[in-house]
T-cell receptor, first 111, second 111 residues
Framework: EDQVTQSPEALRLQEGESSSLNCSYT??????LFWYRQDPGKGPEFLFT???AGEEKEKERLKATLTKKESFLHITAPKPEDSATYLC????????????FGKGTHLIIQP | DAGVTQSPTHLIKTRGQHVTLRCSPI?????VSWYQQVLGQGPQFIFQ???????GRGNFPDRFSARQFPNYSSELNVNALLLGDSALYLC??????????FGPGTRLTVL
């Protein structure tokens, strides 16, 4: 059973069309939840860290929120340069200190 | 400031060979983690090192090994390469157990 599930797998939006990406997790003792952006063939680029339910963080057109079971990445008025794969990862208490990633959401913003 | 650096960028090997991948963390970071990312999947945790000690290990065979040097740089070694080892190998650095920042990765192709 996957510990981190991201949905949708792929999403195509028109420029300016706002939407949300979902990350649900089933780990116990969550120590942190991370969002990364990854462009093809490159390493993940850090976006946000969330530590506790109710926490929110914003950066430009992106806003991340966290509940006890899931996190959302809200994208407001996206631009074509926001096209990328967005990865969610959890850091579990008592684990091997590695991050557990979801499979990502492939986002395409059409002009 | 320089980010995480990895070498080489690309590598082609044949089955049964051995490979060494290298990583230099962000200045001031003492922890290095290694991940394997196959196409269409999220990164999968291999190892974490902190202050030259192995802190955690993911579910990978003993063919995979790593070490961290006094300057906090790290090597990942893979013996007896299999076709299934073809992937993007990512190195991430952090101050201790907080947000991990990724390098550009090494693309390994096993023929």
């Amino acid at each position: 059973e996957d510990q981190v599930t991201q949905s949708p797998e792929a999403l195509r939006l028109q420029e300016g069309e706002s939407s949300s990406l979902n990350c649900s997790y089933t780990v116990s003792g969550l120590r942190g939840l991370f969002w990364y952006r990854q462009d093809p063939g490159k390493g993940p680029e850090f976006l946000f860290t969330l530590y506790s339910a109710g926490e929110e963080k914003e950066k430009e057109r992106l806003k991340a929120t966290l509940t006890k079971k899931e996190s959302f990445l809200h994208i407001t008025a996206p631009k074509p340069e926001d096209s990328a794969t967005y990865l969610c990862a959890v850091w579990e208490g008592g684990g091997a200190d590695g991050l557990t990633f979801g499979k990502g959401t492939h986002l395409i913003i059409q002009p | 400031d320089a980010g995480v650096t990895q070498s080489p960028t690309h590598l082609i090997k044949t089955r049964g060979q051995h490979v060494t991948l290298r990583c230099s963390p962000i200045s001031g970071h003492k922890s290095v983690s290694w991940y394997q990312q196959v196409l269409g999947q999220g990164p999968q945790f291999i190892f974490q090192y902190y202050e030259k000690e192995e802190r955690g290990r993911g579910n990978f065979p003993d063919r995979f090994s790593a070490r961290q040097f006094p300057n906090y740089s790290s090597e990942l070694n893979v013996n007896a390469l299999l076709l299934g080892d073809s992937a993007l190998y990512l190195c991430a650095s952090s101050t201790s157990t907080d947000t991990q920042y990724f390098g550009p990765g090494t693309r390994l192709t096993v023929l």
